[in-house]
């Protein structure tokens, strides 16, 4: 007989939601949740009030999870989101499609994007010698305005993914572009986090301030968004995403759609993570030590980044069939929202050795080449800050790519020193609760 999961009703129509807004409310829901799991374990049902899910905190159960996902996996998308394309008509990309449109376009893009070698190395190297540029103005002083640096970075390497080697001695046609999209992306996810607290049918009928802010920078980015698409096809395209996109043959509005969404990502979900790297290697310079005399463990600092700080801290899916748990004993039902708990996943005693602690040299494999297995991983079905499946982050190969260039140059040449530590809070991505601020000094 299979275990009955714990379920959390809370009130009738409001559910729980009164005690996560004395928790903190959606900033702090990572914590919520995690101290929910550390009470009732790996699994549990909660009606939040505006949502009922099923949270699961267990690396393989994740995994069954992603292997029956179906055809089509369906996740969840913000109701302020799918409000706004619906009133306004709008075409978004693949993180809103679903079905057989869905399934259309992720063949093209995985096509397009997973098989290939995008950006080319000489397209990285010129976007991030620029970047390296601007570093040089904070020798010696304290670092400012990280986040909006790491914004226009995002945005700089996914132009260049766009345009291809055509990018290379043109940026400073884009500047402009690119500083206007990081100072409103940001926005759309913050308004998104706010819009979350309310049911968003309050929220349009009074047309609240939150959400005329959350529709004005949605509507500023999309334009922003078309009109840069407009400056890039003016360039001669010889090779880039955008030159094969529009070689599909596709709908100008389903190409402005699908690279409105990707820059959209990438200018939060990547911007961030790069925010964290430097914070976490600014916070334990002798870490940053260990990652310059040995390169190798650059990719252990994105391991751990993500894991510490995932850009999905939670990770929705909907079930298409009902679905048996065999590590957790128990089963869930056709149509029920599961989500995935990254946040406490990635700190799991069970799946790390001090789950707590900053240590890329964890994910080196042991001195036997041919073994499996990681230093400090004792589960590493537990890394799961892409997804797995066909509904994976299209990104991945984009952001890994940036991360480590990053990362690498930003050592090689300079040492970081934290002026003060940070906490971290949800605006849909884990960001910092106040500016990071790092000293720089050049080695």
């Known amino acids: 007989m299979m275990k009955m999961i714990p379920y959390v009703k809370g009130l009738p129509i409001i559910g729980t939601s009164l005690s996560i807004l004395a928790a903190g409310s959606s900033p702090k829901l990572h914590l919520y949740i995690d101290r929910r799991h550390k009470k009732l374990g790996p699994i549990f049902k909660e009606n939040m009030g505006t949502v009922c899910g099923t949270f699961v905190a267990d690396p393989l159960a994740a995994r069954t999870v992603f292997s029956a996902e179906g055809r089509y996996p369906k996740h969840m998308v913000p109701d302020a989101w799918k409000v706004y394309n619906k009133i306004y008509n709008c075409n978004r990309g693949l993180f809103f499609m679903e079905g057989e449109e869905w399934l259309k376009y992720r063949h093209i893009m995985n096509k397009l994007i997973l098989k290939r070698n995008l950006p080319n190395q000489q397209v990285q190297e010129y976007i991030i010698s620029s970047f390296m540029e601007s570093m040089d103005n904070f020798v010696g002083k304290q670092m400012h305005n990280i986040e909006h640096k790491f914004y226009q970075l995002s945005i700089s390497f996914f132009i260049g993914t766009l345009m291809g080697t055509a990018i290379i001695n043109k940026m400073e046609y884009f500047n402009k572009d690119i500083d206007n999209l990081a100072l409103v992306v940001n926005s759309i996810f913050s308004t998104t ?63 402005t759609g699908l690279v409105m969404d990707m820059i959209l990502a990438a200018g939060d979900t990547s911007a961030y993570t790069s925010q964290w790297a430097l914070y976490l290697l600014s916070r334990e310079p002798e870490v940053a030590d260990k990652v310059r005399s040995n390169d190798q463990l650059v990719s252990g600092v994105v391991k751990e980044v993500l894991r510490l700080y995932p850009a999905a801290i939670f990770i929705s899916r909907y079930l298409d069939r009902d679905l048996i748990l065999p590590t957790l004993d128990c089963q869930l039902s056709k149509g029920e929202l599961v989500m995935l708990s990254l946040y406490t996943i990635g700190r799991l005693e069970s799946a790390y050795t001090e789950p707590l602690k900053f240590k890329p040299e964890r994910w080196m494999r042991h001195v036997d080449s041919n073994s499996r297995h990681y230093l400090g991983v004792k589960e590493p079905m537990a890394w799961l800050p892409f997804g797995v499946g066909s509904r994976s982050c299209i ?46 000094d050049r080695l």
């Open 395 to 440: 990104g991945r190969r984009l952001a890994e790519a940036q991360l480590h260039l990053t990362i690498s140059k930003i050592l090689s040449k300079y040492r970081l020193h934290l002026v003060e530590p940070v906490d971290m809070e949800l605006r849909m991505v884990p960001v910092p609760t106040k500016p990071i601020k790092i000293k720089v």
């Open 193 to 255: 986090t706010n819009l979350m607290n309310i049911p968003i049918s309050l929220a349009t009928s009074l047309n609240m301030k939150i959400w005329k802010e959350f529709t004005e920078s949605v509507e500023y980015t999309l334009k922003a968004g078309r009109v840069l698409l407009e400056k890039i096809k003016g360039f001669p395209l010889n090779d880039g995403l955008l030159k094969d996109l529009l070689e599909e043959d596709l709908d100008d509005e389903v190409i």
